[in-house]
């Protein structure tokens, strides 16, 4: 509810954007060269290739995955809601000599701004962003097509738990056990495969790579 209060008074179309443009430049140096083909192989064969594949990259971000998918054959929409890594992924899409749609707003928004679903809805290191976590796994669900797929790759609630203050650790506690998200505290380990279980889907796929962060990969249900 306040994340919600918060997103209708700061709007990307009016300037508002979280990432500072020194911050958004020096991260994506580091990201674009930890892009990792293998892993990417990996995910292409989860989900049958990614020739003629409709992907959303939401919250893209500098857009390395946007580019990678494209250039793996996708049709590619990048969404997120920072104006200054929309500028640097449209420089790198081009360097590239990639066409991606670029469409700035908020991720919880996508439904109502995008109107159609995607094969593959990809959200990398960015859930926490979202408004609830609840509403967002569902907006995620409805975002894809029946029969296609999801991958949300998250730090989990006890990523940096040490280093937060004592008012951060309150909200983490808040989102949960009392599933109030204000601001963006990272989801308990579970929740979101918990979340989708109240969905038709044919798979999940939950990976542990480390104790702080989670992946997790759904396939909706065919209709
Ligand atoms: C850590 S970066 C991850 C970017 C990219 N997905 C990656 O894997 O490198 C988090 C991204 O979330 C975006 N973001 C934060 N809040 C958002 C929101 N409410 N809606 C859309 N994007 C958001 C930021 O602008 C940033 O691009």
Redesign the pocket.
């Known amino acids: 509810m306040i994340n919600k209060i918060h997103?209708r008074i700061y709007r990307p179309e009016r300037g508002w954007d979280?990432?500072p443009a020194d911050y958004a430049q020096q991260?994506v140096e580091a990201?674009w060269r930890q892009v990792d083909e293998a892993w990417l192989d990996a995910l292409a064969r989860r989900i049958g290739g990614f020739e003629g594949k409709e992907v959303l990259?939401?919250?893209?971000?500098?857009g390395?995955?946007s580019v990678a998918f494209t250039k793996r054959g996708a049709s590619v929409t990048w969404?997120?809601?920072?104006r200054n890594?929309l500028r640097i992924a449209q420089e790198k899409a081009k360097e590239a000599g990639v066409e991606v749609t670029f469409v700035l707003?908020?991720?919880?928004e996508a439904m109502q701004i995008l109107r159609k679903q995607f094969d593959f809805v990809f959200?990398?290191?960015?859930f926490c962003?979202?408004?609830n976590d609840a509403s967002f796994v569902d907006i995620i669900y409805q975002l894809v097509r029946p029969g296609g797929y999801a991958y949300i790759?998250t730090n989990n609630s006890s990523f940096g738990r040490d280093k937060l203050s004592p008012h951060a650790r309150f909200r983490t506690w808040l989102n949960a056990a009392l599933r109030i998200k204000i601001g963006?505290p990272h989801p308990p380990r579970g929740r979101i495969p918990m979340l989708f279980l109240r969905y038709p889907i044919k798979q999940m796929v939950v990976e542990y790579p480390g104790p702080h962060i989670d992946r997790i990969f759904v396939q909706r249900a065919e209709e």
């Open positions: 997103a979280p990432v991260y990201v990259d939401l919250g893209g971000g500098p390395q995955y969404l997120d809601v920072s890594y707003g908020y991720m919880d959200n990398r290191i960015c962003y979202s408004w790759e963006h």
